[in-house]
């Protein structure tokens, strides 16, 4: 359909040969001559007094340059928003948490660090914990922060239309609760940080961000350094997935360890310290009462949350803000009402994690949608054809749909999955006996932000420095923490100047020297700093076109750019070569450079964190799963052999690095279903390893994988592109727990779907339906 | 602990270090040898990221001692190929979209060359198993899979 030369192609990615080739540095990869190694002292126990911190012994220590406690950084404490600081570099007077950071050292090797650690004597008076955020708002709960009584970290009430007149009017009403349980981003590669302190005050720090200029603000205030001596580069990520968006402990501890022995100093986490006390997503209680008409269109939602928050605010209001955004989509609600609290608890802090807020709320959402169709007797797919929003369409809350492809999502998704054969309601099966493996299909939808507009700077910058070889340099802010962004901002380059993808250097992030970018959360870098390179590449061209048109003795809206070449339309005989125009323009008149730069922000106001009201994003995309599963009716197993994902992803800026996100969305969204889960226990992590965590094998999750692209071409994003990398994961829960309905005629509203709650509700159905035939009878 | 002096050959280098006996394969090739591109994700075992091949076959390095494997043949994913002249199974990887983070790819290169070498024609459940025991969070392994499966092509 379209005439690209570079976009739309299934490209490799940039960076791939050097990760395959092992030669891709990431932050544990570096060291520096003299430098030193840290590590961190947590605390044993959920909540408690830190009574008395005495490090001497450790300090003494052969070896050890440098031991570090919560008064090291002052007052100081971080956060999303002026009112929401409520984290500290190392904990002071209290720890809320177990693993809360609570003192550091630097040695000369790991060991002694560890061996020191052991050295520091800590009294604590253990204080009673709350570890259940229903817990945590009742009346004499224990109090984790002064300034926040009730536990209440985040609360909001917010609603459109009239919902209990919608409510009157309906045919049916059901009310849920459904629960989400806490789950870890599973990136493999743990947060690490190799930090450099230059007296008097500068900084240069190697740290695991996908988000660095929100570590660069954090480290400025902090040591009270100007933002021009924070130095943050980026070294390769592995993996992100919202769990390295901001600073952490481990930042600030690397740097304090620094400033403290005047050496580098490099902290890496282990993998059970990730898994007992870093961030992850939001577990979430949520009771969901919808009314519809007899028909299944959708009358009104009222949606009370209760998150558990963890002892820490982060990055809560959006996730809370988030979920209320997407109670309104992707189904037309004319009527809705929400009231959420984000409940302080003794955990580990809940941040973002792919999706933010929005796929404990669609889980929610898309299998009570389900039960309303099995109790209504409709179809599945017609219930949610005739609920799709459109282009065109106003939430009642007032998000703005400008392109929207999910009908087309939901009839690809039905092809894809030949739904038609599969497809039997279980009220046709329940009569028959359940095999020893029972088979179902589900379908879910699902809408998503296309770069999350929140308050503060949101733009992103492009510079492009086109090199007299007629090469060119991207220097963005935008990291690329494995979904492939760097290679689809670089064919954005290529493709406007007309070189090839080759041709296009993106260096790692550097505070010091790239733009500042707010960063790589709420699916907005290929269509946020996507425009922003555009704008960036088109102001390069302009700026060698007079050249051009001069060497070519035509008029500059002539001239085009494409396979290296410079030449005139309609005579592509007129034509030099662009590395030509390049030496030229370069060294036109006395000499120039030729730096293109461009900014581009999100077009709608920022959220509005109290009603609601308004725009999440200026585009979001659309889309269907369709889960194909298999329930050992022996062991409550369930496998999901087969998935579809069809997105309505505006345009695929490249199919490939499309494909990968929509089969990497299925993945994590198969874990959080079925496998994944932290767990803790009288204080105690269970689940310290990923073994015990459940992260997925090559063995757990599908064997068939389908990715469909919808292509509507979006007026706001980058060449008509919107994401693809989160929306995909929001529908993965419902599609398969409704295919696990459809299999064994039980529904799961409690996740993760373990065997043993399998096994539990077929027995339950069995039980009932005994009582059920033994009352008639 | 006593340093005790070792020789490891690596990448067919036969190289001298002094070393404390505690100390794993991993951290010696990373820390000593400078072989970062074997990576130090769970170091118990878990994810798979560390492997190399010994003697032929795919071993975790973070549950290997060093001084446990003197005299035998170790190769990390340095002895494979580089940017210029990469490995077929590395060509495979980057090509098919199998790589996306890359933290976990040389650990599945590892795995995947030790099967290759062993079983130049695998079916599409020994290809599995062959990184059964290598985490990845981003791609969902079927661009793995069909990498690898890809490579042995490439080879036949």
């Given at each position: 359909m379209s005439d690209y030369a570079v976009l739309g192609k299934r490209l490799p990615r940039v960076d791939g040969p050097v990760k395959a080739a092992g030669s891709a540095r990431f932050t544990d990869d570096l060291s520096l001559p003299g430098m030193l190694h840290g590590k961190i002292l947590r605390s044993p126990h959920p909540h408690a007094r830190i009574l008395r911190i005495d490090t001497t012994r450790a300090e003494q220590l052969p070896g050890v340059r440098a031991v570090i406690v919560g008064e090291d950084f002052g007052d100081y404490r971080y956060g999303l928003r002026a009112d929401t600081r409520d984290e500290y570099p190392l904990a002071r007077g209290k720890v809320r948490y177990l693993g809360e950071e609570v003192a550091a050292v630097a040695a000369v090797d790991e060991d002694t660090a560890l061996e020191a650690l052991e050295l520091i004597r800590v009294d604590y008076e253990v204080l009673p914990a709350v570890t259940d955020p229903e817990e945590a708002l009742l009346e004499g709960a224990p109090q984790l922060h002064d300034d926040k009584p009730g536990n209440i970290s985040v609360h909001m009430?917010?609603?459109?239309?009239?919902?209990?007149?919608?409510?009157?009017?309906?045919?049916?009403?059901?009310?849920?609760?459904?629960?989400?349980?806490?789950?870890?981003?599973?990136?493999?590669?743990?947060?690490?940080?190799?930090?450099?302190?230059?007296?008097?005050?500068?900084?240069?720090?190697?740290?695991?961000?996908?988000?660095?200029?929100?570590?660069?603000r954090n480290l400025s205030n902090c040591f009270n350094v100007p933002l021009s001596n924070v130095r943050l580069i980026q070294p390769y990520i592995g993996g992100g997935f919202g769990g390295k968006n901001g600073g952490y402990p481990v930042d600030f501890c690397a740097v304090m360890l620094s400033k403290k022995s005047g050496r580098p100093v490099k902290i890496v986490l282990t993998m059970e310290e990730v898994l007992s006390s870093h961030r992850r997503r939001h577990p979430m209680i949520v009771r969901l009462k919808t009314g519809v008409r007899k028909d299944g269109t959708i009358l009104a939602h009222d949606c009370r949350i209760i998150a558990d928050g963890?002892?820490?605010?982060?990055?809560?209001?959006?996730?809370i803000a988030n979920a209320f955004y997407f109670l309104n989509l992707p189904y037309v609600v004319p009527n809705v009402r929400y009231e959420a609290f984000r409940a302080y608890t003794n955990r580990p802090i809940s941040v973002a994690q792919r999706g933010n807020g929005?796929?404990?709320?669609?889980?929610?959402?898309?299998?009570?949608?389900?039960?309303?169709?099995?109790?209504?007797?409709?179809?599945?797919?017609?219930i949610r054809q005739k609920n799709a929003v459109y282009t065109g369409y106003r939430t009642a809350s007032g998000m703005?749909?400008?392109?929207?492809?999910?009908?087309?999502?939901?009839?690809?998704?039905?092809?894809?999955?030949?739904?038609?054969?599969?497809?039997?309601?279980?009220?046709?099966?329940?009569?028959?006996?359940?095999?020893?493996?029972?088979?179902?299909?589900?379908?879910?939808?699902?809408?998503?932000?296309?770069?999350?507009?929140?308050t503060g700077h949101n733009c992103c910058t492009a510079v492009i420095k086109v090199h007299e070889d007629g090469t060119a340099s991207l220097l963005t802010g935008s990291t690329d923490s494995g979904q492939g962004s760097e290679t689809v901002l670089a064919m954005i380059v290529a493709e406007v100047l007309g070189i090839r993808l080759e041709d296009v250097f993106v260096p790692q992030t550097d505070s010091t020297v790239t733009p500042v970018d707010p960063g790589s959360f709420g699916s907005r870098v290929s269509s946020t700093a996507g425009n922003a390179v555009l704008i960036a590449a088109r102001d390069a061209r302009q700026q060698l076109l007079p050249v051009a048109a001069e060497l070519l003795k035509a008029a500059p809206e002539a001239i085009e750019f494409r396979d290296c070449k410079v030449f005139v339309r309609g005579a592509p005989d007129k034509a030099l070569r662009f590395r030509d125009l390049t030496r030229q323009t370069v060294a036109w008149g006395s000499g120039t450079s030729i730096i293109g730069q461009g900014s581009w922000g999100q077009t709608v106001p920022p959220m509005n964190f109290e009603t609601g009201e308004g725009d999440a994003s200026g585009a979001y995309s659309f889309g269907t799963q369709a889960a194909w599963v298999e329930v050992d009716t022996r062991t409550g197993r369930v496998t999901v052999p087969r998935m579809v994902v069809?997105?309505?992803?505006?345009?695929?800026?490249n199919p490939l690095a499309v494909e990968g996100q929509h089969e990497g969305s299925i993945a994590g969204g198969v874990g959080h279903t079925i496998y994944e889960h932290c767990v803790e226990e009288?204080?105690?992590?269970?689940?310290?390893?990923?073994?015990?965590?459940?992260?997925?094998?090559?063995?757990?999750?599908?064997?068939?994988?389908?990715?469909?692209?919808?292509?509507?071409?979006d007026p706001v994003g980058a060449f008509g592109a919107k994401e693809s990398g989160e929306g995909t994961q929001v529908s993965t829960i419902p599609a398969i727990v409704n295919a696990i309905h459809n299999a064994i005629g039980v529904w799961i509203t409690d996740l993760p779907v373990t065997p043993e709650k399998v096994l539990k509700a077929l027995r339950d159905k069995k039980a009932q339906a005994k009582a059920t035939a033994e009352g008639q009878s | 602990m006593a340093m005790q002096q070792m020789q490891l050959k690596v990448n067919g280098t036969l190289h001298t270090v002094m070393e404390q006996?505690?100390?794993?394969?991993?951290?010696?090739?990373?820390?000593?040898?400078?072989?970062?591109?074997?990576?130090?994700?769970?170091?118990?075992?878990?994810?798979?990221?560390?492997?190399?091949?010994?003697?032929?076959?795919?071993?975790?390095?973070?549950?290997?001692?060093?001084?446990e494997v003197q005299g035998r043949e170790i190769i990390t994913i340095e002895a494979l190929g580089d940017g210029d002249r990469p490995d077929p199974l590395q060509r495979s990887f980057v090509d098919c979209g199998a790589v996306q983070c890359g933290f976990c790819t040389p650990g599945m290169v590892m795995s995947a060359k030790a099967l290759l070498d062993e079983n130049p024609h695998p079916d599409p459940d020994e290809v599995r198993r062959a990184i059964a025991g290598n985490l990845c969070r981003c791609t969902g392994y079927a661009k793995i899979v069909e990498a690898i499966e890809d490579a042995a092509t490439r080879l036949a």
């Open positions: 009430k917010t609603g459109f239309g009239d919902v209990d007149e919608a409510f009157r009017q309906a045919d049916y009403v059901r009310e849920d609760r459904f629960y989400s349980q806490s789950v870890l981003h599973g990136f493999l590669e743990p947060n690490a940080a190799l930090a450099h302190w230059e007296a008097p005050n500068r900084i240069t720090i190697w740290a695991s961000k996908q988000s660095p200029y929100f570590l660069y963890g002892a820490g605010t982060g990055v809560g209001p959006s996730t929005i796929q404990q709320i669609r889980y929610a959402a898309d299998v009570q949608l389900e039960m309303i169709a099995h109790d209504l007797g409709l179809d599945p797919v017609r703005n749909i400008h392109s929207c492809g999910l009908q087309e999502t939901i009839t690809g998704a039905v092809r894809a999955a030949e739904w038609d054969t599969h497809y039997r309601p279980w009220r046709e099966k329940e009569n028959e006996p359940l095999g020893r493996i029972a088979t179902g299909v589900g379908i879910a939808c699902n809408s998503f932000q296309s770069g999350a507009r929140l069809a997105h309505d992803l505006g345009f695929a800026l009288n204080g105690q992590n269970l689940t310290p390893n990923l073994t015990a965590y459940g992260l997925p094998t090559v063995y757990d999750l599908p064997r068939e994988m389908v990715s469909l692209s919808i292509e509507t071409i | 006996p505690h100390r794993t394969l991993l951290e010696v090739l990373r820390e000593e040898l400078g072989f970062t591109g074997t990576k130090r994700a769970c170091r118990v075992g878990d994810c798979g990221a560390c492997t190399v091949i010994i003697d032929g076959k795919a071993v975790l390095s973070c549950l290997t001692l060093a001084v």
